[in-house]
């Protein structure tokens, strides 16, 4: 009787190399520029803990320049500069300035070897990196890691007095309820009490490498003229609170006192409120 036939375990060099393949007859389908084809084979090297995923689309990368409204004089921030393919584009833009930041070594090294002189690269947390050192009136711009994106939109908004417009892809489900278009939660109220919000495209995931599990959302903000003053960290705490049980009514979370003051039903949800109505809960019980 012929025995099984053993199965030939392949060398991980050779998973690799067609690994390689596969994305470089990518890259070529794509009609990406001959100078980003190189940036395939550091996906080996990419970061599942960093939760990197490149944009490897030229048309989607000119429409995020595009919704930047880069113009003469202007400085623009990159967040996640991963293998400069946006950095590229945006730099094709009359720009004074672009900085970079970047998280990861590997990454780092590669966009120091873009040679224009507009250019500064940062090895640096988004998620903590004070913004405005960067200087005043920054147009900001990155395709955020989904793991950290609300992180970096959170920090983004701390920093809002240098920062008058942002251009960010993150997480489709992320964007829509960050411009309100689904269930709203604390990073909806949070951006929209200082942003004026709008949801701009969707990203399939047949344009980045390696292919993540969503689809992406590029979202626009706009800083609003008049914004309330508010303590941040107790405004977020307020909203973590108030959105932490959607079930739950308004009247088993805060004071009744305080609600009625405020002009609102105990029994409202807090998926209910408006941007208004919960600005006025918040300014009752801080007093």
């Keep these: ?20 393949i596969s994305f470089l007859l990518m890259s070529f389908n794509l009609n990406l520029p001959p100078d980003w084809k190189a940036s395939i084979f550091l996906e080996v090297r990419l970061r599942k803990d960093l939760g990197q995923h490149i944009l490897l689309s030229k048309g989607v990368l000119s429409r ?18 991963g293998t400069g393919n946006l950095t590229r584009v945006l730099l094709e833009r009359p ?43 920054l147009k900001v711009t990155g395709n955020l890691p989904y793991n950290v994106a609300s ?4 920090n983004l908004v701390r920093y809002r007095s240098c920062i008058p417009l942002a251009v960010l892809m993150v997480q489709k489900e992320v964007g829509l309820k960050i411009v309100g278009k ?14 004026d919000t709008e949801y701009l495209m969707s990203v399939p995931s047949r344009f980045f490498l390696p292919r993540p599990k969503v689809v992406s959302g590029v979202i626009r903000l706009r800083r609003k003229d ?29 004071p009744k006192k305080a609600l009625l003051e405020a002009g609102l039903d105990p029994n409202m949800r807090s998926h209910q409120l408006t ?13």
């Design 1 to 20: 009787m012929a025995g099984r036939a053993q199965q030939t375990k392949v060398p991980v060099d050779v998973k690799r190399a067609r690994k390689l």
């Design 64 to 81: 995020i320049a595009e919704f930047l409204c880069i113009s003469e004089g202007d400085k623009v921030l990159e967040i996640g500069g």
């Design 95 to 137: 720009l004074e300035k672009i900085y970079v930041l970047e998280i990861d070594p590997v990454m780092v090294e590669t966009l120091k070897r873009i040679e224009d002189e507009r250019i500064t690269v940062i090895q640096a947390d988004a998620t903590r990196f004070d913004l405005c050192s960067l200087g005043d009136d």
């Design 151 to 154: 992180l970096i939109i959170e």
């Design 182 to 195: 689904s269930q709203p939660g604390w990073i909806t109220l949070f951006v929209n009490t200082f942003y």
């Design 226 to 254: 008049k914004a309330p003053d508010l303590n941040l960290d107790r405004f977020k705490r307020f909203l973590t609170r108030l959105f932490s049980s959607r079930k739950k009514k308004i009247g088993n979370l805060f």
């Design 275 to 287: 941007q208004d109505q919960v600005l006025r809960l918040y300014n009752v019980l801080e007093r």
